[in-house]
């Protein structure tokens, strides 16, 4: 039987970037999170990959992925993306319910793992693999559901500001540890999403690539 290791697309993940420390306690300390989260581990795992089923939401993957050359590798807990995958207007009453339910897990697991890991920045995302601090900017990124650590927001002055105006149609968090910034409601708990998810998303990218650039992981162009 082959191994359980890639859930079915389109894929929901919640990915950190963690620049300080290996990529292994990371994967460790996600594994922890989908543990708390009711998950069992089913005993599929490779070198980077482990398998979890979560009551209610099925196969869950704790994932190291790649990075760009220099930068540390994000890792993500990864699962399908349901009804999140598919445009909302085609929801029926109860795929939207199932939709919300999802929704809100995520978040959830996703604050977890902001709290468990300390990241410098991640990203609460359908179908998006989170860029490291080199390739930022430059590969189409489409980020609209993110998390900016304390320490990104003390590198550059004008960041939480401007995270806020950005996503002022949207919601803002207040984590522990920094600011989730979402632009889609079923992603944040104030149900609110941004007015122009695209505008959003590509002004999150410059600000996110300055910051990194200005805590000195990024060369300046």
Known sequence: MAARLYPDPPHLSATVYVENRPETEVFAELCGVVEAAGGTATGDADDTRTGFDVPRVGLVVVARLHGADGDRAPVAIITYADDLGVPDELWSASERTAAYRLGAWAHDVFRAACLATDPLYGELAVENTLST???????????????????????????????????????????????????????????????????VSDTTVALLTRAVTKAGLRPYD
Do not use: H, Q
């Open 133 to 199: 601090p080199r390739a930022l900017g430059e590969s189409g990124d489409r980020i609209g559901d993110v998390y900016v650590s304390d320490r990104l927001l003390a590198a550059d002055d004008r960041l939480g500001a401007r995270l806020r105006e950005a996503y002022d149609g949207g919601a803002v968090e207040e984590w522990e540890g920094g600011l989730y910034a979402s632009a889609w409601r079923y992603l944040n708990t104030a149900d609110r999403s941004a007015t122009d998810g695209w505008k």
